[in-house]
């Protein structure tokens, strides 16, 4: 029910957006987040938007350069990423999560997208 698209590769201190079709939902109840994958590591939290609780956090490490962001119409959430660096090379992950609790927990995300590879190259 998540489908993810729009990554790629981007040259150091580009920028990149991409984004979670999250049709089938009934969007609006769903707190939307990105997570993402580099090889070898596990899986971390990158950023998360809850319509139904009114937060947008983001880990450390993105602050300030990424922007989670939802169109309820489209049934849509975007992750625009700026002055990327090596160290965000990664799969990313879009996932769906209803009634939260601990939003940067992706054992509480029940949907998944299929993942999108964004490269970083210096």
């Known amino acids: 029910q998540l489908q993810a698209s729009g990554g790629g590769l981007v040259q150091l201190g580009g920028s990149l957006t991409i984004s979670c079709d999250a049709s089938?939902?009934?969007?609006?109840?769903?707190?939307m987040a990105w997570f993402r994958q580099a090889p070898g590591k596990e899986r971390e939290f990158v950023a998360v938007?809850?319509?139904?609780?009114?937060?947008?956090s983001y880990t450390d490490s993105v602050k300030g350069r990424f922007t989670i962001s939802r169109d309820n119409v489209k049934n849509t959430v975007y992750l625009q990423m700026n002055s990327l660096k090596p160290e965000d090379t990664a799969v990313y992950y879009c996932?769906?999560?209803?009634?939260?609790?601990?939003?940067?927990?992706?054992?509480?995300?029940?949907?998944w997208g299929q993942g999108t590879q964004v490269t970083v190259s210096s």
């Open positions: 089938g939902l009934t969007f609006s109840l769903y707190a």
């Open positions: 996932a769906a999560g209803y009634r939260i609790t601990v939003l940067r927990s992706d054992s509480e995300y029940r949907y």
């Open positions: 938007h809850s319509w139904r609780n009114g937060i947008t």
